[in-house]
């Protein structure tokens, strides 16, 4: 089975990839973001406590 993944519309070069985290008590939480493979692009779209954001600057998790 083949996966494919949404174009990004910002760049129309990258495609949105899905990434998942862990809740408070260690849940998992399926595609709380989505992020563009295109680096120069940086658009990502996240879920945090029901609200939803986009665009925000990504960088490295120090954890």
Do not use: H, Q
Not at 54 to 62: E, I, K, L
């Amino acid at each position: 089975m083949e996966i494919s993944f949404p174009k990004c519309l910002k760049c129309n070069i990258g495609v949105l990839v899905p990434l998942s985290d862990y809740g408070r008590d260690g849940a998992t939480i399926e595609y709380k973001a989505w992020a563009c493979t295109n680096p120069n692009c940086g658009f990502n779209i996240r879920i945090d406590n029901g609200d939803i954001s986009f665009g925000r600057p990504t960088a490295p998790s120090t954890k």
